[in-house]
């Protein structure tokens, strides 16, 4: 089968023929070039109107980059024509497989921007032998398609974390779509403060800001401040991502304070190596882990206390009503408090002062969390 049918069965132009197919060499690598003509009588298109027009002269030879065929980089040939507009005066000519004055084809781009999504930019340059700026050409290009063309309608649930992209306390703010039906990304700022989330509410507007029905964020004060006041008809819920977080980190703080004072008062060092014990579920334990674990729940240690307080803790995500959920939220924190164990203290505070946010889960029928948010945030991590 003849090239030439190949990509007419799969990539034919309206206005435009296929020439012949012929290979050169380039750069010590064997290249498949593909000529195209223009039909008899078909008219040029403005590729700043967007309307047909007479033509004016023809331009060198320009390549275009196209999908590989059995590992052999193609090219399209074409010599350029520009017309004469009546409206926008000498233009060149608006051709269908390229935009503007990319060297790309826009079939290669989206070849490449899918292959983006899967792989790392640089896996994705070695394994189809192009390079890094081509692969990010490719994706600027379907990004800007993307949002030129995308439909904001329809958004009834939203999830808002932050990501650290360089040292330094440097952040961008995420917002995604989490409906059941569409789950994408919508926005990045830079930062995570109050004005930068305002952004976010001036673009999406105040009709559609009105249609949200859940929003899902973690504990960050400016993001709190600027829901209640952009999204209040909304159900706002607290990520229990975060709040496990924060136990963990009180735990993480009670074992490394309390096992300094063992070591320094000469006590055996029961919670060396124990980090891992106190702070993973039970069910990722190894079997090291576990062994190690039993030993201390015989000992009683601050490192424990708060371990088993974490423990309890998570029995709170079995509720199912509203109103039972937050009379174990109060149980709990008194339990907390009276433990005399700060750090835990200082969580048990901020879950009192969250308490309505952290039942919205409850009230939301556990349909919504920042879980989804959590894996998109790692696949955008892969892209920087």
Known sequence: MLIKTILNNCHKFKSFIYGKAYFTEDEGRQVLNVEILPRKNA?????????????????????????????FPVFFIYRMRRVECSTCGIRVEEVPWAYGKHHQTKAYMQFL?????????????????????KIFHAVKYIVEWGLTHRELSGITAIGIDELQWHKGHE????VYQINSEAIRLLWVGKDRTVKTLLRFFRFLGKERSKELKFVCSDMWKPYVKVIKKKANEAIHILDRFH?????????????????????????????KHSRWCLLKRKKNLTEKQEVK?????NYNLKSVRSYLLKEDFNG?????????????LDRWCTRVMRSKIEPMKSVAKTIRKHKELILN?????????CGIVEGLNNKVKVTM
């Open 43 to 71: 008219k040029c298109i403005c590729s700043n109107c967007h309307k047909p027009a007479p033509g004016y002269d023809r331009l060198e030879e320009r390549r275009f980059e196209f999908i590989p065929v059995w590992g």
């Open 113 to 133: 921007a899918h292959w983006a999504r899967k792989l790392s930019w640089k896996e994705v340059a070695e394994s189809f032998q192009t390079t890094w700026p």
């Open 171 to 174: 952040y961008l703010t995420l």
């Open 243 to 271: 709040i496990v977080a924060k136990i963990n980190k009180a735990i993480d703080e009670v074992r490394a304070e309390e096992y300094r004072r063992m070591e320094r008062d000469g006590y055996e060092p029961l919670l």
């Open 293 to 297: 674990l039993k030993e201390l729940l």
């Open 316 to 328: 709170l995500w079995d509720y199912v009503s509203p109103t039972w959920a937050g009379k174990f």
């Open 361 to 369: 889960w409850f009230k939301a029928k556990k349909a919504f969390s």
